[in-house]
């Protein structure tokens, strides 16, 4: 049972490329998330997914897309880099109807040159 | 919307001392407020929640308190020891019908001195 999975760990881009982070889960949860982790501004919420073919904004979704899959995957695409999207990248899966707690994956750590 | 506040950002207290790390949030709606503890280099992780209908909850050398009224809850660590070393972010939500979109407060980095 990996949980919540994340690549690529790490990624280097330059201003204007593209670039898309894959998640997956094999828990079986309903609801994934995207967020973005800055020093000294903890977590905060992209886009999330309530269930399969559905998804919505987060607090800070400008200049992302994301991709619900399938059940198990959700991934968070970045259409032009720039580099205030230097950040670490954490993907989290919950199953709201059985408990609350959110899963997290490993992170991505991306930087944007 | 909802905003989280978090004090201190920082602390440092001697093993075997107590530590307790406070929250505020904004939107009387919130009814549930976990806390996740992330070491370095590592993925949060749930240490502790609480839900509205509760003032205080434990689980071992750690608590959690919930006042309403005051719209604070507050994360206590008893008897700290070196492994307790990481940064705690607390966090509210309401209660989820489907997502559940968590507002996280901005991190406090614990450090435990030998």
């Known amino acids: 049972n990996a949980g919540v999975t994340q690549t690529p760990k790490f990624q280097v881009l330059k201003t204007g490329q593209s670039m898309t982070l894959q998640c997956a889960q094999d828990?079986?949860?309903?609801?994934m998330y995207w967020y973005r982790q800055d020093p000294g501004m903890g977590l905060r919420l992209i886009y999330y997914?309530?269930?399969?073919?559905?998804?919505d904004k987060g607090e800070v979704p400008n200049g992302y897309n994301v991709s619900r899959l399938n059940k198990r995957e959700f991934s968070l695409r970045l259409e032009s880099a720039a580099p205030s999207q230097t950040s670490v990248y954490f993907c989290?899966?919950?199953?709201?109807?059985?408990?609350?707690?959110?899963?997290f994956g490993p992170g991505t750590r991306l930087t944007v040159t | 919307g909802e905003n989280v506040e978090q004090h201190p950002s920082t602390l440092s207290v001697q093993e075997g001392d107590s530590a307790v790390i406070k929250c505020t949030y904004s939107d009387s709606a919130s009814n549930y407020f976990p806390w996740y503890k992330q070491e370095l280099g590592k993925r949060p992780q749930l240490i502790i929640d609480i839900r509205s209908n509760v003032g205080e909850k434990k689980d071992q050398r750690i608590a959690v308190t919930l006042n309403k009224t005051a719209k604070h809850f507050s994360l206590h660590i008893t008897e700290t020891q070196p492994e307790d070393s990481a940064v705690y972010f607390c966090?509210?939500?309401?209660?989820?019908?489907?997502?559940?979109?968590?507002?996280f407060g901005q991190g406090t980095r614990l450090t435990i001195n030998p």
């Open positions: 828990m079986n949860h309903n609801s």
């Open positions: 989290a899966s919950s199953e709201p109807r059985a408990r609350y707690e959110q899963y």
């Open positions: 997914s309530a269930s399969e073919g559905t998804t």
């Open positions: 966090a509210a939500s309401e209660t989820p019908k489907g997502a559940q979109k968590l507002v």
